[in-house]
C-alpha cells in the first residue's frame, strides 16, 4: 500500500517523515472498525480475521485504512458463537479467552481493535494493559478520569491533539479490551459510538462495573496482581503461527 501501514508510519517511519497527524489517527480508527464490522456484519459468512494489528492495517494514498493480511482468518456461520482452533495470532494482541481456551469470536477481533486503539494514541508497540488490573501507580482509568491524557498521548504529536477526542479514543479502547468478551461491543457498535452515537451512555455503564469489580477484586484478593499482561507487540508464540504484514 502506499503508505504502509499504521505500525510502520507510528514507528518504521524514515528520517524527514512527518508523524501521523491526529486527524489521521482519528480517520484511520473510523476507517478500520468500519472495515472489521463490514467483515462481520456484511459478507456471506462471518470473517473473523484473528490478527488485529497495527501492522496489518493497511495506508492508501489518502491514509484510508484497510485491513490487511489475511493469512490467519477463519469463516463462521451467523448462528454459531466461536470456533475453536489452535492459538495463533501476535503477543499482545491476543484476547485472553483466546487463549486460554483456544475459542476465538468477533469479540477476538475487537479486542485487537482496542490493542491497536491504543497504539495509535500512544505511538507505543502493545501498551501494557496490566494497569487496568492491578498498580501502585495511576491506573489508566484514572488517568482518563483525571484527565492526565498527555502522560498517555505519543510525544511526536507534539500536543497537536483534541483532548476530547483522545479521550473518547482511550475509552473505546478501554471498552474493547474487557477482559469478559461478552462485555465488549460488537465492531458495529464501535463505529455507532466512534461517530458520535451511545459512547457516553456505554462508558457511564462500564465504569461504574469497573469500579464495583475493583473493589470486589481488592477486597477478595488485596495482593493479587494482574491475570495476564501485554508485552511488546514483536513477542510470540511460535514464528510459524505469527502473521505478518504482506
Same mark, same amino acid.
Not at 7 to 23: F, I, V, Y
Not at 58 to 81: H, P, Q, R, T
Not at 177 to 193: I, W
Not at 204 to 226: L, V
Given at each position: 500500500? =502506499?503508505?504502509?501501514?499504521?505500525? #510502520?508510519?507510528?514507528?518504521?517511519?524514515?528520517?524527514?517523515?512527518?508523524?501521523?497527524?491526529?486527524?489521521?489517527?482519528?480517520? !484511520?480508527?473510523?476507517? #478500520?472498525?468500519?472495515?472489521?464490522?463490514?467483515?462481520?456484519?456484511?459478507?456471506?459468512?462471518? !470473517?473473523?480475521?484473528?490478527?488485529?494489528?497495527?501492522?496489518? +492495517?493497511?495506508?492508501?494514498?489518502?491514509?484510508?485504512a484497510v485491513v490487511g493480511d489475511?493469512?490467519?482468518?477463519?469463516?463462521?456461520?451467523? /448462528?454459531?458463537?466461536?470456533?475453536?482452533?489452535?492459538?495463533?495470532?501476535?503477543?499482545?494482541?491476543? =484476547?485472553?479467552?483466546?487463549?486460554?481456551?483456544?475459542?476465538? #469470536?468477533?469479540?477476538?477481533?475487537?479486542?485487537?481493535?482496542?490493542?491497536?486503539?491504543?497504539?495509535? !494514541?500512544?505511538?507505543?508497540?502493545?501498551?501494557?494493559?496490566?494497569?487496568?488490573? /492491578?498498580?501502585?501507580? +495511576?491506573?489508566?482509568?484514572?488517568?482518563?478520569?483525571?484527565?492526565?491524557?498527555? #502522560?498517555?498521548?505519543?510525544?511526536?504529536?507534539?500536543?497537536?491533539?483534541?483532548?476530547?477526542?483522545?479521550?473518547?479514543? +482511550?475509552?473505546?479502547?478501554?471498552?474493547?479490551t474487557q477482559s469478559s468478551a461478552?462485555?465488549?461491543?460488537?465492531?458495529?457498535?464501535?463505529?455507532?459510538?466512534?461517530?458520535?452515537?451511545?459512547?457516553?451512555?456505554?462508558?457511564?455503564?462500564?465504569?461504574?462495573?469497573? !469500579?464495583?469489580?475493583?473493589?470486589? /477484586?481488592?477486597? =477478595?484478593?488485596?495482593?493479587?496482581?494482574?491475570?495476564?499482561?501485554?508485552?511488546?507487540?514483536?513477542?510470540? +508464540?511460535?514464528?510459524?503461527?505469527?502473521?505478518?504484514?504482506?
Amino acid at each position: 500500500m =502506499a503508505n504502509g501501514s499504521v505500525a #510502520s508510519c507510528l514507528r518504521g517511519r524514515g528520517e524527514g517523515n512527518p508523524a501521523l497527524d491526529w486527524p489521521k489517527r482519528k480517520h !484511520i480508527a473510523l476507517g #478500520s472498525a468500519r472495515g472489521l464490522a463490514y467483515l462481520h456484519d456484511h459478507c456471506q459468512q462471518k !470473517i473473523m480475521h484473528r490478527d488485529v494489528k497495527a501492522a496489518n +492495517i493497511l495506508l492508501d494514498e489518502e491514509y484510508e485504512a484497510v485491513v490487511g493480511d489475511f493469512g490467519l482468518a477463519k469463516l463462521m456461520n451467523y /448462528n454459531d458463537s466461536h470456533v475453536t482452533t489452535a492459538v495463533r495470532g501476535t503477543m499482545g494482541h491476543i =484476547a485472553p479467552e483466546y487463549l486460554s481456551t483456544r475459542k476465538s #469470536s468477533e469479540k477476538t477481533d475487537v479486542f485487537g481493535y482496542g490493542v491497536m486503539l491504543l497504539e495509535l !494514541i500512544t505511538g507505543q508497540r502493545a501498551f501494557d494493559l496490566a494497569r487496568l488490573a /492491578n498498580d501502585d501507580d +495511576i491506573m489508566l482509568l484514572d488517568w482518563v478520569k483525571e484527565k492526565k491524557l498527555e #502522560s498517555l498521548v505519543d510525544e511526536e504529536l507534539e500536543r497537536n491533539y483534541v483532548d476530547e477526542e483522545v479521550e473518547q479514543l +482511550i475509552k473505546m479502547a478501554l471498552l474493547c479490551t474487557q477482559s469478559s468478551a461478552m462485555e465488549r461491543p460488537k465492531m458495529s457498535e464501535v463505529v455507532r459510538m466512534l461517530e458520535g452515537d451511545g459512547l457516553a451512555e456505554r462508558w457511564e455503564e462500564w465504569q461504574k462495573e469497573e !469500579i464495583s469489580r475493583h473493589d470486589f /477484586n481488592y477486597q =477478595a484478593y488485596p495482593q493479587a496482581g494482574p491475570d495476564w499482561l501485554i508485552p511488546d507487540s514483536d513477542s510470540s +508464540i511460535e514464528n510459524e503461527y505469527l502473521s505478518s504484514p504482506r
